[in-house]
């Protein structure tokens, strides 16, 4: 499978807190994104990072690739209770249409 | 802007029965995505469009699925004689192109309860 895998699967910190989450896949990709899902609700395009590309920020966010681990993690700065959520990463296959999507981070930010 | 909608919104069935679930995407957008979510766990592709290209059928689980977008807009995904096992929020996506930097933008999902 060419599915990315979070790590962990359940976080949860403090309000104020860093919260870090990390996918791992298994093919070479163009592109890696994520995206945040609330409870019940469809998922939100929070960031994309390309495959030459080492770190970008957006925001509080954070998102740093090492294509030679084939990793990459997703730093939230400052976390706000609203930031409670499940996060995926996604990635796309060889054949770059196809998106393949982790198992998430469940984040829990406690008041 | 409208955003990607589906319906129902809920749906329960009997095992046997066949369903029609429909995404409505956003206007220009020329790829459309389904994914399957269970309960707790990631998504898993199903089906792509894009533009009047063959869909990519590759994700779909047995022949009982089956997807059409008429018109390059709207898709009906179609599950037939369903199975206990089909339970699951079923979510569509649309996007401006194939490319994978091309974000998705996700509907609300259809969750479907087979009885």
């Known amino acids: 499978s060419q599915q990315g895998e979070e790590d962990p699967q359940a976080l949860s910190i403090q309000e104020g807190e860093n919260a870090t989450m990390n996918c791992s896949y298994k093919?070479?990709?163009?592109?890696l994104q994520w995206y945040r899902q609330n409870s019940g609700r469809g998922l939100v395009h929070l960031i994309l990072?390309?495959?030459?590309?080492r770190e970008k920020h957006s925001g509080r966010l954070r998102v740093t690739l090492d294509t030679s681990k084939k990793s990459s993690s997703l730093l939230i700065t400052a976390s706000r209770a609203a930031d409670t959520a499940s996060y995926f990463c996604?990635?796309?296959?060889?054949?770059?249409?196809?998106?393949?999507f982790g198992t998430g981070t469940s984040l829990t930010v406690i008041p | 802007g409208a955003g990607v909608s589906q319906s129902p919104s809920n749906k329960v069935t009997e095992k046997g029965k066949d369903v029609e679930l429909r995404c409505d995407p956003i206007s220009g957008h020329t790829a459309l995505y389904w994914y399957r979510q269970s309960l707790g766990q990631g998504l898993e592709f199903l089906i792509y469009?894009?533009?009047?290209?063959?869909?990519?059928k590759s994700g779909l689980p047995s022949d009982r699925f089956s997807a059409e977008r008429t018109g390059g807009s709207v898709s009906t995904l179609t599950i037939q004689r369903t199975q206990q096992e089909d339970s699951a929020v079923y979510l569509c996506a649309s996007s401006l192109g194939s490319e994978s930097f091309y974000e998705q933008y996700f509907g609300p999902g259809t969750r479907l309860t087979v009885t």
């Open positions: 469009f894009q533009g009047n290209s063959a869909p990519d």
């Open positions: 996604a990635t796309d296959g060889r054949g770059g249409n196809q998106f393949y």
């Open positions: 990072i390309r495959s030459n590309e």
């Open positions: 093919t070479s990709i163009n592109n």
